[in-house]
């Protein structure tokens, strides 16, 4: 069956650094991939979106990575800030316009 | 500033009694879906409108159905909540074609089933 695999353990990291997480999947072939912020309590938002013939995408201090052949997509925060504190949500979609997404990571900037 | 919104941000109600969540748009997009999230799990479609077009997901129970009269205003009926219907229930829009698909998303109801 299709699987989209978040680490379920928060990511907790320092001021500064920068945070990568991590997004595989299996038995998916998608056109496109999605990640979202979600803040607890809140729906969460859209930050960048990935095809599948694109390896890489920037968008300030956030930067997302494709890699088809090991079914992976990394996300990157560099600079990282406590209000980049929230839990990050990846999304498949197979080039149908319904995304599926996976259950997020929790990603907890310290000062 | 054109957004999705939920209405009430919280909902309790009794075991079986019927309850109505409301979902309006400013966007005029073309698609609506309907999610639940329970607790540290992926939000899960329930189902979506393509214009005035219904999709269930095939798993959705009997027990949820949905309503959009117009663009602009979507419905979700629980007929008779049980205590695992208690979730976060997500209204997004998208338009339809687009060059990115990119959804938007309301703040929720979070629903509390006594």
């Known amino acids: 069956s299709q699987k989209i695999e978040q680490n379920s353990e928060a990511l907790n990291i320092q001021e500064g650094k920068t945070a990568t997480l991590t997004c595989n999947y299996t038995n998916y072939s998608p056109a496109y991939l999605q990640w979202y912020r979600q803040d607890p309590g809140r729906g969460p938002v859209f930050l960048l979106l990935i095809r599948e013939n694109e390896k890489e995408k920037r968008k300030e201090r956030l930067k997302v990575t494709f890699d088809t052949t090991l079914k992976q997509s990394l996300f990157h925060i560099t600079a990282s800030q406590p209000a980049d504190s929230a839990t990050y949500l990846c999304a498949l979609s197979r080039g149908s316009y319904i995304p599926t997404f996976g259950r997020g990571t929790s990603l907890i900037v310290h000062p | 500033d054109a957004m999705v919104i939920q209405n009430p941000r919280y909902q309790v109600t009794q075991f079986g009694k019927p309850v109505t969540l409301s979902c309006s748009q400013t966007?005029?997009?073309?698609?609506m879906y309907w999610y639940q999230q329970k607790s540290s799990q992926a939000p899960k479609l329930l189902f979506h409108?393509?214009?005035?077009?219904?999709?269930n997901e095939a798993d959705t129970p009997d027990n949820f159905q949905s309503r959009r009269p117009n663009t602009s205003f979507c419905f979700l009926d629980i007929r008779s909540p049980g205590l695992g219907d208690a979730a976060m229930y997500l209204c997004?829009?998208?338009?339809?074609?687009?060059?990115?698909?990119?959804?938007?998303f309301g703040s929720g109801t979070q629903l509390s089933v006594l």
């Open positions: 409108y393509y214009d005035k077009d219904f999709n």
């Open positions: 966007l005029n997009h073309n698609v």
């Open positions: 997004a829009t998208s338009s339809i074609p687009e060059r990115e698909e990119k959804l938007f």
